[in-house]
């Protein structure tokens, strides 16, 4: 049996071929494998079957008895998590991982996390900032929109997203120059015009929303760089840090789409 370090704790199933390339934001608790030869896995969904209180041996046997049962023991808890119902999952080659996600709660190929109970997709391209919000709005109208990151919870989901799903097909939406393409996401001033009005969401023309009491901004942004001859009026969001910024909205950059759920 191994002891993993880093081991994913969402609803989203990573089969992980090359785990160094994930850094998982929801290892709340140290895990075990039941088996060396299973591949690497990460999960969050609700279990099939939970054993309280039992010994790794009982824990694996348990799972022994099932045809494709994957199983972890918690490490501090003893608690045992038995899962399944692997036919329920669609599965996707992100980042050097098998991604398996539940069918039916996101749009195709959105991930669902249940924490935050979001969907988000990265879409690579070069757009201005009202390009990317049409581009995620005719992703699968009236359900998708440039993220929204106003709760810890989602914050926590894009990090873990955007860490996993990063490879060579996106790197240049995870680009580390100021300027350079990174990704649009929903915020933007409420007059684009005037760097001195203040930000809301705007996830469809003619909707704007509060950003509400969780704000995410880097400590020296938003800072309207140059005023009125930069107009940085739109907001993007900084793959290294996880924060936000105001930027000029004509840039290219790829955008961050999310997601109401479909079915729940
Ligand atoms: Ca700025």
């Known amino acids: 049996m191994l002891l993993f370090k880093n081991i994913c704790?969402?609803?989203?199933?990573?089969?992980?071929?090359?785990?160094?390339?994930?850094?998982?934001?929801?290892?709340?608790?140290?895990?075990?494998?039941?088996?060396?030869?299973?591949?690497?896995?990460?999960?969050?969904?609700?279990?099939?079957?939970t054993h309280e209180n039992v010994s790794l041996a009982r824990?694996?046997?348990?799972c022994n008895?099932?045809?494709?049962?994957?199983?972890?023991?918690?490490?501090?808890?003893?608690?045992?998590?038995?899962?399944?119902?692997?036919?329920?999952?669609?599965?996707?080659s992100v980042g050097g991982c098998s991604l398996y996600t539940r069918a039916g709660l996101c749009p195709p190929s959105f991930v669902y996390f249940p924490l935050s109970n979001s969907c988000y997709k990265l879409e690579v391209g070069s757009w201005n900032w009202e390009q990317a919000r049409s581009w995620c709005n005719h992703l699968s109208p009236p359900y998708t929109f440039p993220a929204i990151i106003n709760t810890t919870k989602k914050n926590d989901a894009v990090t873990f997203y955007l860490n996993s799903i990063k490879d060579s097909n996106n790197i240049d939406c995870y680009n580390s120059d100021y300027?350079?393409?990174?990704?649009?996401i929903g915020g933007q001033r409420?007059?684009?015009?005037?760097?001195?009005?203040?930000?809301?969401?705007?996830p469809f023309p003619n909707v704007a929303l509060s950003l509400g009491n969780e704000t995410f901004w880097?400590?020296?942004?938003?800072?309207?760089?140059?005023?009125?001859?930069?107009l940085e009026s739109c907001m993007t969001f900084w793959h290294d840090n996880f924060n936000w910024n105001d930027l000029s909205c004509y840039y290219a950059k790829c955008v961050l789409c999310e997601a109401t759920p479909i079915l729940n």
């Open 9 to 49: 704790y969402s609803l989203i199933v990573l089969i992980c071929r090359n785990f160094d390339k994930i850094i998982c934001k929801y290892n709340s608790e140290r895990l075990y494998r039941k088996d060396d030869n299973l591949p690497f896995t990460c999960f969050g969904d609700a279990p099939s079957a």
């Open 59 to 62: 824990c694996s046997l348990a």
């Open 65 to 92: 008895n099932l045809k494709n049962c994957l199983v972890f023991q918690y490490y501090e808890t003893n608690k045992c998590d038995l899962f399944v119902t692997w036919s329920i999952w669609i599965k996707q």
């Open 179 to 184: 300027f350079s393409r990174k990704m649009w």
């Open 190 to 202: 409420i007059d684009p015009a005037n760097v001195l009005t203040i930000f809301v969401w705007k």
């Open 218 to 230: 880097f400590p020296t942004q938003p800072d309207a760089f140059l005023g009125s001859l930069f």
